[in-house]
């Protein structure tokens, strides 16, 4: 199994920016494609960014390309988002998932992730 643990979060201010990290163990780090979901209250989970075991390859959702960005490290078994030019808008939970599916031709899916963290706040205030 896989066990996902999300660092960072908490309040600031438009305009600003935010780091997150997600730490994984239980299994290798290196195969796993990780991807990042953000939950408001009341509204559904939905896709953040997205990066596959390689690193070779991310994924954006629209509202976020450009400000965000990200990463992982399979030295220190970690996956970040970096958030710049954060907006009232992106207030929500965030939650660090992982897929066993390390293939080459790999792309997030919600129901197709398999591990997730238990999320961490980030709250933007305008």
């Known amino acids: 199994q896989v066990q996902l643990v999300e660092s960072g979060g908490g309040l600031v201010q438009a305009g600003g920016s935010e780091t997150l990290s997600c730490s994984a163990s239980?299994?290798?780090?290196?195969?796993?494609?990780m991807g990042w979901y953000r939950q408001a209250p009341g509204q559904e989970r939905k896709f953040v960014a997205a990066?596959?075991?390689?690193?070779?390859?991310?994924y954006y959702a629209d509202s976020v390309k450009g400000r965000f960005i990200i990463s992982r490290d399979n030295a220190k078994n970690t996956v970040s988002l970096q958030m710049n030019s954060l907006k009232p808008e992106d207030t929500a939970v965030y939650f660090c998932?992982?897929?066993?599916?390390?293939?080459?031709?790999?792309?997030?899916?919600?129901?197709?992730?398999?591990?997730w963290g238990k999320g961490t706040l980030v709250t933007v205030s305008s």
């Open positions: 998932a992982a897929d066993q599916d390390s293939g080459k031709n790999w792309r997030p899916t919600y129901f197709g992730m398999e591990y």
């Open positions: 239980g299994r290798t780090f290196s195969l796993l494609s």
């Open positions: 990066i596959s075991a390689s690193g070779d390859n991310t």
